[in-house]
């Protein structure tokens, strides 16, 4: 079982930044891929970036690429996303979520950039950025 709690979420103005956190509480971190995902009401839950078991491969959707920055620290069992140069349309609740790789390391872009793919997600942090 994985629990999986975000924080760093608030609310700032457009062109600032925001460094979220999700801390994972699993016994090995590195058996599992790292999400964000953003949702907003009566939406579908959209992909926002992915980071492989390693660390080593990374994807941005392309409305946050050059803008955002996923990064994890296995020693820590904690993911983060570093978002600057914020656009209202940013705002959402931001999911981070949990893929586990299996002993073939699967992942890769289309697999990490939908959601159902993933076995855990945490309860979401709001982010909210005003104009």
């Known amino acids: 079982q994985v629990q999986l709690v975000e924080s760093g979420g608030g609310l700032v103005q457009a062109g600032g930044s925001l460094r979220l956190s999700c801390a994972a509480s699993?016994?090995?971190?590195?058996?599992?891929?790292m999400g964000w995902f953003r949702q907003t009401p009566g939406k579908e839950r959209e992909f926002v970036a992915a980071?492989?078991?390693?660390?080593?491969?990374?994807y941005y959707a392309d409305s946050v690429k050059g803008r955002f920055t996923i990064s994890r620290d296995n020693a820590m069992n904690t993911v983060y996303l570093q978002m600057s140069s914020l656009r209202p349309e940013d705002t959402a609740v931001y999911y981070c979520?949990?893929?586990?790789?299996?002993?073939?390391?699967?992942?890769?872009?289309?697999?990490?950039?939908?959601?159902?793919?993933?076995?855990?997600w945490g309860q979401g942090t709001q982010v909210t950025v005003s104009s």
């Open positions: 979520g949990a893929d586990y790789r299996g002993a073939d390391y699967r992942g890769g872009r289309g697999r990490l950039s939908r959601p159902y793919e993933y076995d855990y």
């Open positions: 699993v016994r090995t971190f590195t058996d599992y891929n």
């Open positions: 980071i492989s078991w390693s660390g080593g491969v990374t």
